[in-house]
T-cell receptor, first 117, second 116 residues
Framework: KNQVEQSPQSLIILEGKNCTLQCNYTVSPFSNLRWYKQDTGRGPVSLTIMTFSENTKSNGRYTATLDADTKQSSLHITASQLSDSASYICVVSCSRDRNSGNTPLVFGKGTRLSVIA | GAGVSQTPSNKVTEKGKYVELRCDPISGHTALYWYRQSLGQGPEFLIYFQGTGAADDSGLPNDRFFAVRPEGSVSTLKIQRTERGDSAVYLC??????????????FGPGTRLTVL
């Protein structure tokens, strides 16, 4: 069964500190892995997308890593800000279905990050 | 350019009623997706449109749920005989579709549906 597991479920850190969020997946056939940020009451917004051959990608203070062998990914946030408070969702995309053209996304439950002053 | 928009932002209805949720995708995006997100969970796939046709509706939970996209742009998700368990945030996303290996999906803000 295709699954995406994230840890921790929630995290509280002080402003300015770094943190790392974890994602393990059992999705096949694998196409790419994405990290989304979802603010309360808003839709998810993409932070990074990594394909099989990429093992790290940065977007400002966000750095994602991917180990396709162990099927693990992490999202590292540097010098956290209050505005980083949100849910961070790991999403793994399956290869495109030849019949429908759909590229199914398997979502994790997210890590709820709270950055406090 | 505008992103994906959804209306209404909030909908409260009574058990047994019929509701319609609307999604306006990004202009030019041929692919459109509906998801349902319950509290504390990640989004759950419902249906995928490529153009006007529902190419994959395997995520619809039962026949009370139906979606249309008659002109290949705006989509409406329709729920008949609503039940309390239908209460969730309904997210819409769109993407360029066939173009691009990553096929990035852009999400709307969602419609929060509450069934009393």
């Amino acid at each position: 069964k295709n699954q995406v597991e994230q840890s921790p479920q929630s995290l509280i850190i002080l402003e300015g500190k770094n943190c790392t969020l974890q994602c393990n997946y059992t999705v096949s056939p694998f196409s790419n892995l994405r990290w989304y940020k979802q603010d309360t009451g808003r839709g998810p917004v993409s932070l990074t997308i990594m394909t099989f051959s990429e093992n790290t990608k940065s977007n400002g203070r966000y750095t994602a890593t991917l180990d396709a062998d162990t099927k693990q990914s992490s999202l590292h946030i540097t010098a956290s800000q209050l505005s980083d408070s949100a849910s961070y969702i790991c999403v793994v995309s399956c290869s495109r279905d030849r019949n429908s053209g759909n590229t199914p996304l398997v979502f994790g439950k997210g890590t709820r990050l709270s950055v406090i002053a | 350019g505008a992103g994906v928009s959804q209306t209404p932002s909030n909908k409260v209805t009574e058990k047994g009623k019929y509701v319609e949720l609307r999604c306006d995708p990004i202009s030019g995006h041929t692919a459109l997706y509906w998801y349902r997100q319950s509290l504390g969970q990640g989004p759950e796939f419902l249906i995928y449109f490529q153009g006007t046709g529902a190419a994959d509706d395997s995520g619809l939970p039962n026949d009370r749920f139906f979606a249309v996209r008659p002109e290949g742009s705006v989509s409406t998700l329709k729920i008949q005989r609503t039940e309390r368990g239908d209460s969730a945030v309904y997210l819409c996303a769109s993407s360029l579709g066939w173009r691009g290996a990553t096929n990035e999906q852009f999400f709307g803000p969602g419609t929060r549906l509450t069934v009393l």
